[in-house]
């Protein structure tokens, strides 16, 4: 399916999510969104701007939202906000996109971009009749477009001396050997930088800066969390989430700073050291121990969330096929956990304040990272009555560092058991490694969010860069949000355990 194609269905459900929000609202829901207001709004104002954009139209869409009176606000406001985002995301044109290609494709040509567009191969938009492209391309190109990865010239990659499979073959085996679930803990310490570009927008002095941190949760094989040290001195650290559900302490949990602009010509940069601990987490997972959910259970992480949970009659149906007959809630999450490694890819994404739905999007392209392919399994999960919710940080292995999200189901006697769909199946003749990703978890994580959406501590007044998920950080300057071109972030690990 095309992108563009993409959008279509997209906004198409976005419009058709309003009736299931007011009901959610009328049967007291207070389930944070995570989505900007402009995506949940029934303001007739603000859903025509949205087809406008759904259109190409984006300066129609941009003189529709200006006119807007104080009944609109504030999802007017934050639809501008997105557009000005998404422009941000499409700034390439076809004479940028042509010359990033040719340095991977000496011989591209304008046709040749031209062709894969049309096929789809290359993510782009129609903004006010131009065909602007994704500032992460080529990335996409070179997974999805066959002729462009036969003719890429790359030198060769060295192989990585640290492979993911020999420590999952260790977690497998230090479980079966001491009969536990828990094995192979690592030490962490981390140091993230945040830093603020000099003369960014609202940076003057005197300005009020306040930034938040990510910071690690307590939480079951996460643990011994200290901070070693934090210039500027911090303000608060949120507490850890330790209840179930997480409704005491920070389900995105934060370190905040405030500090007033000196010299605006100056880069502001806040810091944090920190340590934790991370163990695998390894249980022997089997479908003749499952058991039913206890009567008492009642409806947790079972509803719809809207937007990003939402059960289209198009997704229903999906799920009763992938289902069929089977009632055993072990199962069912497996053949999940499968259908989305068979039809889904990865790609780079959007941010995510611009994705109208996230479940939606990974439905209707079958393309998304690892934070849409989680919602979309999050989403199918509680469709079958298995209770599923999310779970994010970061992946900390000693090779490709990165921002993470992947998921946790529920099913008795085990409790909350970890997924990690955009990891899926792994390449391994061994059936235990092949599958170590549903059920189990390796020893590189860093959790951060128990949640998506939740509030920060202390609240941000603003729309946050990334209002759904919180691994970068979120900067405000007197009272208005920083976005993520004007600040760049460091994360930096080093391993107190000897790896594998």
Known sequence: ?????????????????????????????????????????????????????DQGQFAQAEKLLDSAGPQSQPAAGELREIITRIRIAYRLDAAAMLARLQQSVPGATPDDLERWRRDGQVQFRLIDGRVAYFEREPS???RFCGEAKQRRQTAPAEAPQWKL????????????????????????????VLTI????????????????LPFPQEYLRQRDVKLIGSPPAYKVIAPSASSEPPTDGAAQRTVYFEQAVVDPAKPMRFEETFEFTSSAYYPSVEDARA?????????????????????????????????????????KARRIFHYIAANMSYCAEEEYSTIPSLSEKAFASRRGDCGVQSMLFITMCRLAGVPARWQSGWETKRVDLNMHDWAEF??????????????????SDDPRVREFYFGHQDSYRMIVNRDYGAALTPPKSSLRSEPLDFQRGEVEVNGNNLYFPWWDYDFNVDYLTEGP
């Open 1 to 53: 399916m095309r992108w563009t194609q993409v959008g279509v269905a997209l906004i198409a459900g976005a419009i058709a999510m309003t009736a299931l929000l007011e009901s959610s609202v009328a049967s007291g829901q207070s389930e944070p969104t995570g989505a900007s207001a402009a995506f949940t709004s029934t303001d007739p104002l603000v859903l025509d701007a949205r087809k406008l954009m």
């Open 140 to 142: 996409n190109i070179f």
């Open 410 to 427: 529920y099913v008795e006697p085990w409790g909350w058991l970890p997924a990690d769909p955009s990891y899926g199946l792994r390449q």
């Open 291 to 331: 058991r039913p959910l206890p009567a008492k259970w009642g409806g947790a992480y079972l509803m719809e969330r809207p937007p990003h949970i939402r059960f289209s009659p198009q997704l229903r149906e999906t799920v009763a096929k992938i289902i069929g007959t089977e009632t055993n809630p072990l199962a």
């Open 165 to 192: 499979e020999d420590h999952l073959a260790r977690v497998i085996a230090e479980a079966r050997k001491s009969g536990g679930s828990e094995v192979v803990p690592m030490r962490h310490r981390v140091r993230y």
């Open 197 to 212: 570009a000099a003369n960014a927008p609202q940076m003057k002095a005197g300005a009020m800066v306040r930034v938040w």
